[in-house]
């Protein structure tokens, strides 16, 4: 089965850029998503088809997906975006999600 | 506004049953993919089931394959889960999901209901 990689956990300082990877097999030949949740709530994407922002999600969440890794990039992080991160894309009609990583803001 | 109400869970002991069910409006509920995704505690998000706009074509994670049964009623905009031969690995929060097809994410998500399975 398909599976998808994800560092268990990321700390950055206020202000600064986080990177969260993950890793499946030719993942880029799909589409990638990330959801955000954060303690006692449900998940919410943050980015979708690998680049792309709903709307009232800021500006400073983007995200890539080449070759084997999808990279979510938090620009100018804020203590607001500690959450949990999980990557997620489609297989054999499946959905299959990373097994999340935890973004420490300290 | 979007809601997305679940309910039917509960204890139950491994082995059993148990339906969950998941209210929606404020959306055009038959035109929408369907979905439930669980988290056990602590843990992280898996898939578990889907269901298209019509019911005719289903999906399942091989955790849960033979014995969860997904189906919808578009005229109660209601999804279910018939969950059957329960064990203990199958205990989590059930979130029922829309999934917006055109681009293609997990769109509104429930607050979700709890399965405890246990003795």
């Known amino acids: 089965s398909y599976e998808l990689t994800q560092p268990p956990s990321v700390s950055v300082s206020p202000g600064q850029t986080a990177s969260i990877t993950c890793s499946g097999d030719?993942?880029?030949?799909?589409?990638a998503s990330w959801y955000q949740q954060k303690p006692g709530q449900s998940p919410v994407v943050v980015i979708y088809?690998?680049?792309k922002r709903p709307s009232g999600i800021p500006e400073r969440f983007s995200g890539s997906n080449s070759g084997n890794t999808a990279t979510l990039t938090i620009s100018g992080t804020q203590a607001m975006d500690e959450a949990d991160y999980y990557c997620?894309?489609?297989?054999?009609?499946?959905?299959?999600f990373g097994g999340g990583t935890k973004l420490t803001v300290l | 506004e979007v809601q997305l109400v679940e309910s039917g869970g509960g204890l139950v002991q491994p082995g059993g049953s148990l339906r969950l069910s998941c209210a929606a409006s404020g959306f055009s509920f038959s035109t929408y993919a369907m979905h439930w995704v669980r988290q056990a505690p602590g843990r992280g998000l898996e898939y578990v089931s889907g269901i298209n706009i019509y019911g005719a074509s289903t999906y399942y994670a091989n955790s849960v394959k033979g014995r969860f049964t997904i189906s919808r009623d578009n005229s109660k905009n209601t999804l279910y889960l018939q969950m059957g031969s329960l064990r203990p690995e199958d205990m989590a929060v059930y979130y029922c999901?829309?999934?917006?097809?055109?681009?293609?994410?997990?769109?509104?998500w429930g607050q979700g209901t709890l399965v405890t399975v246990s003795s």
């Open positions: 999901a829309t999934y917006n097809w055109n681009d293609r994410y997990f769109e509104y």
């Open positions: 088809q690998d680049t």
């Open positions: 030719k993942l880029g030949d799909k589409y």
């Open positions: 997620q894309t489609w297989d054999s009609s499946t959905a299959v």
